[in-house]
């Protein structure tokens, strides 16, 4: 299983940007993906999640301006980032809870994170 995120960059404060993350490989089912985030020095954090059933979770710091929305046919999750702050920059992961086939348990996958900085 792959996951490919893109859309990171470079954008001032007050700005957007719009994260994609597309599944691929073998995949039975996907349970729910998400986006985590990483600044230098911090832990990776939760960012947004989204089950295949579009029930979402969000950070506090991300509830009014970040939205997460998921794509089943194409096994895609979208991040859009709007007014974004210094605080924002980070390293973003895309995350997957995936099923290989019927019996198999959940698996967890990881993109290669997509960079997103924020200039004040």
């Known amino acids: 299983v792959q996951l490919q995120a893109s859309g990171g960059g470079l954008v001032q404060a007050g700005g957007s940007l719009r994260l994609s993350c597309a599944a691929s490989g073998r995949i039975f089912s996907i349970n729910s993906m998400g986006w985590y985030r990483q600044a230098p020095g911090k832990q990776r954090e939760l960012v947004a999640s989204i089950t295949s059933s579009s029930s979402t979770n969000y950070a506090d710091s991300a509830k009014g301006r970040f939205t997460i929305a998921g794509d089943n046919a194409k096994r895609t999750v979208y991040l859009q980032l709007n007014s974004l702050k210094p605080d924002d920059a980070a390293v973003y992961y895309c995350?997957?809870?995936?099923?290989?086939?019927?019996?198999?348990?959940?698996?967890?996958?990881w993109g290669q994170g997509t960079l997103v900085t924020v200039s004040s």
């Open positions: 995350n997957a809870l995936v099923r290989m086939n019927p019996s198999a348990v959940t698996t967890q996958f």
